[in-house]
C-alpha cells in the first residue's frame, strides 16, 4: 500500500531505498563502518573521537584540539562530462579549481551539489571522509595534506573523528598526489 503511495505521487524507487534507509540508520553510519574496515584490514593505527557536530574544517579543529593545517578537507567535484572526483587538501588551504581541472584532463569543476554529494557518497556534506577509494572516486591529494605527521578528519558524519598518520592515509586510499592549493598573491608594499 505504501510502496503504491509513493509511485502514484511520482516518486522513484531509488527515492524510496533513500527514505527506508534513512529511517533504518543514521546517514554515514555504514560509510563510517567500511572506512574502519579498511583500516583494520590493512592493519593501519587510527583513533576513532566522538564529538558534538561540526561542519566547518575551523569548528572541526576547535573541537578536535588540533592545528586547522592538520584537518584534511574532502570535496566532491562534478567534472563538465558529469562524473565525480575527490579533492583532498589540507583544511587551512583553498583549492586552485583550474589547476585540478587540467590535473583531471576536464576545462571545468564544479562543487557538487548537497544532494550529488549524498548520492556518490553517501555522506552529507563537511562530513565527507577522504577514502575517494571507497566511493569509487578518482581521488586527487594535495602534497599539503603530507606536510603533517598526522592528520585527522570527519568520517562519514559530522560527530565523528578519525586521527591517524598522514603516510597511513595514503596507504590506504591511493590517491594522486598533485599540487592544485591556491597560492595566494604577496602583499608586497
Given amino acids: 500500500m ?9 516518486k522513484r524507487l531509488k527515492d524510496f531505498v533513500t527514505v527506508v534507509r534513512s529511517s533504518c540508520m543514521p546517514m554515514g553510519i555504514p560509510e563510517f563502518k567500511s572506512v574502519k574496515g579498511l583500516l583494520d584490514r590493512n592493519g593501519i593505527v587510527y583513533e576513532v573521537s566522538e564529538h558534538a557536530p561540526v561542519y566547518t574544517s575551523e569548528q572541526a579543529a576547535r573541537i578536535r584540539g588540533v592545528e586547522l593545517k592538520t584537518g584534511v578537507k ?9 562524473s565525480f572526483i575527490l579533492g583532498l587538501i589540507a ?23 548537497p544532494q550529488d554529494v549524498l548520492k556518490a557518497t553517501g555522506c552529507e556534506i563537511g562530513s565527507v571522509h577522504p577514502f575517494g577509494n571507497l566511493f569509487g572516486l578518482p581521488t586527487y591529494m594535495d602534497p599539503s595534506v603530507l606536510e603533517n605527521d598526522s592528520v585527522n578528519f570527519n568520517a562519514g558524519l559530522h560527530t565523528v573523528s578519525i586521527y591517524m598518520k598522514a603516510r597511513d592515509l595514503v596507504k590506504a586510499i591511493k590517491p594522486r598526489i598533485t599540487e592544485f592549493s591556491r597560492t595566494e598573491a604577496m602583499n608586497l608594499r
Fill in 74 to 82: 574532502a570535496l566532491v567535484f562534478r567534472t563538465e562530462q558529469g
Fill in 91 to 113: 583544511a587551512d588551504k583553498k583549492m586552485d579549481l583550474k589547476k585540478l581541472a587540467k590535473i583531471v584532463g576536464t576545462r571545468r569543476l564544479e562543487l557538487a551539489s
Fill in 2 to 10: 505504501y510502496l503504491h503511495a509513493i509511485f502514484a505521487e511520482g
